[in-house]
């Protein structure tokens, strides 16, 4: 929902401050030669009404040039009516007949726009912040044909992207920015071009949505990860079972391989002192680890007994 802020922005007047004149040395230097002439004939016939004709001509001189810069466009009108563009460069004007109504600036202007608390189609808020890139291609119908082409560009830019959350998914609007940039340039510039503008391109900055959602989200990407290595666990232990399963096999019919076997686990299991290590009664009936293991158990005593007597009472080596 739009704050008051916003409603008494929108109330003001859509009407931009008119230009502010261009101030060249050709009118300059027309002021200051009729001032000059009128100045140096009051001087010769000691009148002081040549210097204010001077003054008065050279003021309606210094209105009739202009100057547009490389990138401007004039629109002239001439008692009202349309008499064409002028520039780049020094044209000239009839003074109180004619008027420069409005600069056109032709180069690539940026406008940010934004959507604040708009619902996705699957009643999500979100704030959106985006970037337009675009220019005047027909200065002619910028000037003629709206009252304010920049003004209007930035909310045709504003409600399209409204138009485009309200009818787009919120994962569509996170995932798949590429498409909902190049909808919105197409959308802007169909409603741009008949004021004689043009879009170059439209970037989304920012998506900002709900901390509660994010919170969720958060959530359920933990989840579906922990689901992803759950399910990768249990396809390597299916893979351990099938190679147990061959090697089942090859043990099967060599009882040397298996008691070799057999005796590599108990070195696994007992190559530390003290180690304990239990053993299923199914292996040690299968594997003939119980005399294995017997033989292990005396052989770790008599080093432990070969220890205890090679020390002193105090615990000293003998």
Same mark, same amino acid.
């Given at each position: 929902?739009?704050?008051? #802020?916003?409603?008494?922005?929108?109330?003001?007047?859509?009407?931009?401050?008119?230009?502010?004149?261009?101030?060249?040395?050709?009118?300059?230097?027309?002021?200051?030669?009729?001032?000059?002439?009128?100045?140096?004939?009051? @001087?010769?016939?000691?009148?002081?009404?040549?210097?204010?004709?001077?003054?008065?001509?050279?003021?309606?001189?210094?209105?009739?040039?202009?100057?547009?810069?490389?990138?401007?466009?004039?629109?002239?009108?001439?008692?009202?009516? +349309?008499?064409?563009?002028?520039?780049?460069?020094?044209?000239?004007?009839?003074?109180?007949?004619?008027?420069?109504?409005?600069?056109?600036?032709?180069?690539?202007?940026?406008?940010?726009?934004?959507?604040?608390?708009?619902?996705?189609?699957?009643?999500?808020?979100?704030?959106?912040?985006?970037?337009?890139?675009?220019?005047? +291609?027909?200065?002619?119908? #910028?000037?003629?044909?709206?009252?304010? +082409?920049?003004? #209007?560009?930035?909310?045709?830019?504003?409600?399209?992207?409204?138009?485009?959350?309200?009818?787009?998914?919120?994962?569509?609007?996170?995932?798949?920015?590429?498409?909902?940039?190049?909808?919105?340039?197409?959308?802007?510039?169909?409603?741009?071009?008949?004021?004689?503008?043009?879009?170059?391109?439209?970037?989304?900055?920012?998506? @900002?949505?709900?901390?509660?959602?994010?919170?969720?989200?958060?959530?359920?990407?933990?989840?579906?990860?922990?689901?992803?290595?759950?399910?990768?666990?249990?396809?390597?232990?299916?893979?351990?079972?099938?190679?147990?399963?061959?090697?089942?096999?090859?043990?099967?019919?060599?009882?040397?391989?298996?008691?070799?076997?057999?005796?590599?686990?108990? +070195?696994?299991?007992?190559?530390?002192?003290?180690?304990?290590?239990? @053993?299923?009664?199914?292996?040690?009936?299968?594997?003939?680890? /119980?005399?294995?293991?017997?033989?292990?158990?005396?052989?770790?005593?008599?080093?432990?007994?070969?220890?205890?007597?090679?020390? /002193?009472?105090?615990?000293?080596?003998?």
């Amino acid at each position: 929902m739009a704050s008051p #802020a916003d409603a008494a922005e929108r109330s003001k007047t859509t009407r931009t401050p008119p230009e502010t004149p261009h101030l060249n040395v050709v009118s300059i230097f027309l002021f200051a030669a009729s001032f000059g002439i009128g100045l140096a004939v009051t @001087v010769a016939t000691d009148n002081a009404v040549p210097v204010f004709v001077g003054m008065i001509v050279g003021f309606v001189s210094a209105l009739s040039p202009k100057v547009a810069q490389q990138w401007e466009r004039a629109i002239v009108l001439r008692l009202g009516n +349309y008499t064409g563009l002028r520039g780049p460069g020094l044209f000239w004007v009839i003074p109180g007949v004619d008027q420069v109504s409005s600069w056109i600036d032709q180069r690539i202007i940026t406008t940010s726009f934004a959507a604040e608390e708009s619902l996705t189609s699957d009643t999500v808020p979100v704030n959106v912040d985006a970037v337009l890139f675009w220019l005047v +291609y027909d200065p002619e119908k #910028a000037a003629l044909e709206v009252q304010d +082409y920049k003004l #209007a560009v930035s909310w045709a830019a504003q409600t399209a992207l409204r138009d485009i959350i309200g009818r787009t998914p919120l994962t569509v609007l996170l995932r798949g920015r590429e498409q909902i940039e190049a909808e919105l340039q197409k959308l802007i510039d169909e409603r741009s071009n008949p004021w004689g503008v043009t879009v170059q391109s439209v970037e989304m900055r920012d998506i @900002v949505i709900p901390e509660s959602l994010q919170d969720a989200m958060s959530r359920e990407a933990q989840a579906a990860r922990e689901k992803e290595a759950r399910i990768i666990l249990g396809q390597a232990e299916v893979e351990i079972a099938h190679l147990f399963e061959q090697a089942s096999k090859s043990y099967e019919h060599n009882p040397t391989a298996l008691h070799l076997r057999a005796m590599n686990i108990l +070195y696994e299991g007992l190559k530390e002192k003290g180690a304990l290590m239990l @053993v299923p009664s199914t292996a040690v009936e299968s594997m003939g680890l /119980g005399g294995l293991m017997g033989m292990a158990a005396l052989r770790q005593q008599t080093l432990s007994n070969a220890d205890a007597s090679s020390k /002193g009472p105090d615990g000293a080596v003998v």
